[in-house]
C-alpha cells in the first residue's frame, strides 16, 4: 500500500476539525493541542503535514474556500430553476446556516477576516482570493440572470456583485453581535430590493 493517500486524508481530517473548533472560537485562541486532540492525532505529527500553525491557517481557509466555492457551484447551476430562484436559495441557505450559535458550517470569512487580515499575509491573501471568486461566480449569476429573464438590475454584474456580498457579510456580523438572525432577514430584504424583487417578473 502507498502511504500517500493516507497521509491526505489525515491532513484533511485535521483540517475539517479545526474548521469547527475555530469556527466557533476564532483562530488565535485555539492551541494545536486543543485540534489535534479533537482530531486525535499525535501532536508530533502536526509538523509532518504543516510547517507552522500560519501556514496551517492558510491550509485551512485554502480547504474552506474549495468547498464552499464547489458548494456555490453546485447552488448556482441547480437545474430546472431559473438564475433568480437558485440565487435566493443561495442567501436563504446563508440565513438557515449562519443565523443561529452552532459553530458548524459557520463562514469563515466572516469569523476569521478582520482577525487575521493583521496577523498573516498570506492568510490574508488567501482570504482575499476566496471572497473575490465568490463575488465573480455571483456576479455571472446576476448576468445569467438577465440572460434568462429571471432578473433585472440596474448597471453592471460585478459591482452589484460586490455590493451584496458586502451586504451578508456585514449582516452576518451583525447577527454575531445581536445574536440574532434579524440582520440576515434584513438583509435579504436588501437584496430583494436590490434585485427589483418586490414585484412578480
Known sequence: ????????????????????????????????????????????????????????????????????????????????????????????????????CDAEGKCLAVKLGAEVADLSEAMRAVLDRGTKAIIKRLGQALEDGVADGSLTIAGAPCPLAETLYQTWLGASLMAKISRSASPLEAAMRATRMMLHLDTPH
Open 1 to 100: 500500500m502507498i502511504a500517500k493517500p493516507h497521509s491526505i486524508d489525515v491532513r484533511q481530517h485535521i483540517l475539517d476539525t479545526a474548521q469547527r473548533i475555530i469556527g466557533g472560537k476564532g483562530f488565535a485562541a485555539v492551541g494545536l493541542n486543543e485540534i489535534l486532540g479533537a482530531a486525535h492525532v499525535p501532536k508530533g505529527s502536526f509538523y509532518h503535514y504543516f510547517d507552522s500553525k500560519d501556514a496551517f491557517g492558510t491550509a485551512l481557509l485554502e480547504s474552506y474556500f474549495e468547498t464552499y466555492l464547489a458548494d456555490l457551484d453546485r447552488q448556482l447551476s441547480a437545474p430546472g430553476k431559473p438564475v433568480v430562484d437558485r440565487m435566493l436559495a443561495y442567501w436563504q441557505h446563508w440565513i438557515d446556516t449562519q443565523g443561529d
